[in-house]
């Protein structure tokens, strides 16, 4: 049986700002609990909530980068609930008239399918704090440092159709917020985290009830978790089961999800508007302003490194979505002149031992100019391409830019002709019963059994000799 999957995404985006969203409380990482939550985020009786500028700013620079619809009478709600971090009881929040309004945004697939999703609207609203458990024993610890932290939540309609097309989302948007310099991106601090909703129905048929997975903060949880998602609603369904509307959590470490809590609806939250905050008011002046300032956007810096380093599209597209990734790649270019060779580097080796490490790009052992410079020894022929695998191997074990490493272990490329031809002629003469098989070839065969010759005398020279020089006079001699 057929069935079709079903799939939006709320992403809430931690703002960058240097204080709260309703308060002049430091926002930082790894502070000691509860000395960044003011008597505001708690929201003491005779304390009023000011409005923060910049994460307003912020929120419709996102709206611009996304071409939304900006509001430009915006207006806070409370949202009532209870949470032990929500001392409050309630969040300040968007409903009716967020600050941003309906957008799109284009991913292209590894297919190279292009992919439109459409977004909802995007609102802003504070944070609540976290409720901590590891070091708890049979208790739990509330660590309000987060509360209030301002956030801009993105819900997308139900455009979706399967994991691939969730997480090319997920790293487009990424790469937007990051690009604009709206947060930084750090799923693994939480400052960006998806919540997925995923429903299931027969083809042409209404849509299924929905579940929500939380707090969702890596793409590789988000791929597994919706695949899990899916594959267990299937089994409900086809068992005659039905699917409750819930929250649901995935624990990425055992690769399993539960129940968390039946899913409220609007309702249930008892919204209403803000009596502390009057409506945010956006200009014509503000918007000219945010444009005017707009960085460079992830499509943008595509386009560019096609027109600029002549790259695939596919190239581009890998190189160019993570701010971070673009900026090493083109480091990288400029250092060693040759985009091309910058590009498979950041792609393979230096991408393969980032994934093996699970390291960021941003931790990488081996900066831009150090690859810059090792590309500039391949290109000049100081060193062979496998040779230069043992440079980076080198450099990424700390033990110098490539340069050094290339004279400490003496692994320059042997270009002397002399001395080249000299190790030529002691193979062929070492060699006789396949050097004549090769004479004895017709030219195809010729260049199969060349190879023969070239591992003799790369193992003779431990991998140094200039490999093309080396077949043009292995090809000379035993020509003759």
């Known amino acids: 049986m057929s069935w079709e999957v079903v799939i939006g995404l709320e992403i809430h985006v931690q703002l960058n700002t240097t204080s709260k969203l309703f308060s002049g409380s430091k926002l930082s990482t790894g502070a000691e609990p509860n000395t960044q939550a003011s008597l505001v985020d708690l929201g003491m009786p005779g304390t009023l909530p000011v409005v923060n500028k910049e994460a307003v700013r912020k929120a419709a620079l996102f709206g611009l980068a996304i071409n939304a619809d900006i509001c430009r009478h915006s207006v806070f709600e409370r949202k009532n609930y209870f949470y032990p971090d929500l001392p409050k009881g309630y969040q300040t929040t968007q409903l009716d008239k967020p600050i941003v309004g309906a957008g799109v945004v284009e991913v292209q697939l590894e297919s190279g399918e292009k992919k439109v999703v459409r977004i909802h609207h995007a609102h802003l609203e504070e944070d609540a704090g976290k409720s901590l458990h590891e070091d708890f024993h049979g208790m739990t610890g509330i660590d309000l440092n987060r509360a209030g932290t301002p956030l801009i939540e993105v819900v997308t309609e139900p455009d979706m159709s399967n994991a691939e097309e969730a997480v090319a989302f997920a790293k487009k948007l990424h790469a937007i917020v990051t690009s604009i310099g709206i947060c930084d991106g750090d799923m693994s601090q939480g400052n960006m985290r998806f919540d997925v909703n995923v429903s299931i129905r027969k083809p042409g048929e209404p ?23 899916v594959e267990r609603q299937i089994d409900v369904l086809e068992d005659g089961g039905e699917i409750v509307q819930e929250t649901r959590l995935y624990n990425g470490d055992t690769h399993t999800a539960r129940s968390m809590r039946s899913k409220e609806d609007a309702n249930d939250y008892r919204y209403f508007p803000c009596p502390d905050l009057l409506p945010v008011e956006i200009t014509d002046a503000d918007l000219d302003a945010l444009k005017a ?32 990734t673009a900026a090493f790649f083109e480091g990288a270019t400029k250092a060693g002149g040759d985009a091309k060779l910058a590009a498979n580097w950041v792609m393979g080796e230096l991408a ?129």
């Not at 849509?207 to 998602?229: H, P």
């Not at 440079?391 to 490329?413: M, N, R, S, T």
């Not at 030219?443 to 023969?452: A, L, V």
């Open 293 to 324: 300032a707009m960085p460079e956007l992830p499509d943008a810096r595509k386009a560019r490194f096609i027109a600029d380093y002549q790259l695939s599209e596919y190239d581009a597209d890998l190189l160019s979505g993570d701010l971070a």
């Open 207 to 229: 849509l299924g009830t929905r579940t929500e997975t939380k707090n969702l903060n890596s793409f590789r949880f988000m791929e597994r978790a919706i695949k899990l998602e």
């Open 352 to 480: 393969a031992k980032l994934n093996a490490e699970e390291k960021a790009i941003g931790e990488s052992p081996v900066s831009a100019e150090q690859l810059g410079q090792l590309i500039a020894r391949l290109k000049d022929g100081t060193i062979s391409s496998k040779i230069a695998k043992q440079v980076f191997e080198a450099c990424w074990a700390g033990e110098g830019d490539p340069d050094v490493v290339i004279e400490a272990k003496g692994l320059k490329q042997m270009s002397d002709s002399g001395e080249l031809e000299k190790i030529v002629d002691d193979i062929i003469a070492n060699n006789a019963p396949q050097v004549e098989d090769y004479r004895n070839s017709d030219d195809d065969k010729r260049k199969k059994k060349i190879g023969f010759f070239v591992g003799q005398a790369m193992k003779a020279t431990q991998g140094k000799a200039n490999p093309q020089q080396l077949n043009q006079l292995l090809k000379q001699k035993l020509d003759q």
